[in-house]
């Protein structure tokens, strides 16, 4: 028997009766992490890993039916002994590893193989039968070092405070805009973060994460002189919008894995595009999945096809999953044009 399986609500684990990142309510719910294809509201119980408690209350209400679990620590339950492991994706994020009578599956939801240090990292997970998204699952996706990114963001930050104007950067409220505020040079000048932002930093700030001192956008007046010398992180639906205006003269940029791709730029209408992900690019999706020793590779959201087709080719027993997660970095470039904030 499977012990993951496709049902109209979500992933199901039949011996445990529980399901994984559903997209319908249902009575038992089991999350890997709190980006809003994942975890949904209206289930009656969640199970999560300990260090994301503080983002699942902040984004569907303090008084959800949680029960935390500590990473590697395990449980039993209906037969089925399940653990959470680090899947460095964002703060809390985690891999769930399921063991029923000597058959090991893992559903790894979203990953990121490069540390950042904004969340504990990536730590393969030996298993029969591995679940792995596949967002960036193309041979054209191959990232730089995020050091280089970080430092790419410093210099266009620094050459518009020698202009005189604010550096509005466009990324994804949870988890991008942490990582980054992580990993910039903070001594360039202040920074400003949106209101979808700001109490997400103050979640990471209260579980250890170290990020520099933020201001509230919305506390700083339009003509305040500070604005010529900021950096102001902010969610992709305010692009073009009354509250972008009000930095007056500004340079502004995108942050995400699909920045590639040049045309994704050129249709953002935006002045740079900086390549960083929070998921494995393909280097790095072929790489866990090769740690885990798995035969059997079930693939979800993404390029399904091309990496079924390439694991297949390796000698591997793979298949694709219908889900209907979808990419956080997919939902806040789309957000720019529905003008609506993303999830």
Same mark, same amino acid.
């Given at each position: ?162 202009? &005189?104007? #604010?550096? @509005?950067?466009?990324?994804? /409220? ?10 910039? *040079?903070? !001594? ?39 604005? &010529?010398? #900021?950096? @102001?992180?902010?969610?992709? /639906? ?10 007056? *003269?500004? !340079? ?41 020793? #798995? ?49």
């Amino acid at each position: 028997m499977d012990l993951v399986i496709a049902r109209p609500e979500g992933l199901y684990c039949p011996p445990g009766d529980f399901y994984i990142d559903p997209w319908r309510p249902v009575e038992r719910s089991v999350i890997t992490h709190a980006h809003g294809d994942h975890a949904r509201g209206g289930n009656q119980h969640y199970l999560a890993a300990a260090p994301g408690e503080g983002i699942l209350r902040s984004r569907l209400g303090q008084d959800i039916n949680l029960q935390t679990l500590p990473y590697d620590e395990r449980l039993q339950h209906h037969g089925v002994t399940l653990s959470f492991h680090p899947a460095g994706h964002v703060l809390g994020s985690a891999q769930v590893r399921l063991e029923y009578q000597g058959e090991v599956w893992v559903a790894s939801g979203d990953y990121k193989v490069e540390p950042d240090g904004t969340c504990a990292p990536f730590e393969p997970v030996k298993c029969h039968t591995f679940i792995t998204e596949s967002t960036f699952g193309l041979p054209i996706y191959r990232w730089q070092p995020q050091a280089q990114i970080f430092d790419e963001i410093n210099q266009w930050w620094r050459g518009n405070i020698a202009a &005189g104007r #604010a550096s @509005v950067l466009f990324c994804y /409220s949870f988890g991008k805009a942490q990582r980054i505020l992580h990993g910039i *040079d903070a !001594s360039l000048g202040p920074i400003l973060a949106h209101g979808a932002v700001e109490p997400l930093n103050r979640v990471y700030r209260e579980a250890g994460v170290h990020l520099p001192p933020t201001i509230y956008a919305g506390d700083v007046k339009k003509n305040d002189p500070i604005m &010529g010398q #900021a950096l @102001v992180i902010a969610p992709p /639906s305010t692009s073009g919008s009354t509250w972008v205006r009000r930095f007056g *003269d500004y !340079s502004d940029a995108f942050a995400s894995g699909w920045m590639r791709l040049r045309g994704t730029r050129r249709r953002r209408g935006v002045d740079r595009g900086f390549v960083l992900s929070d998921h494995a690019d393909w280097p790095g999706l072929l790489w866990a999945i090769e740690q885990t020793g #798995a035969e059997r590779v079930m693939v979800t959201h993404g390029s399904v096809g091309v990496l079924v087709r390439h694991l297949r080719e390796q000698g591997l027993d793979a298949q694709g999953f219908t889900t209907e997660y979808g990419d956080d970095e997919e939902d806040s470039v789309s957000a720019v044009d529905t003008g609506e904030e993303a999830s």
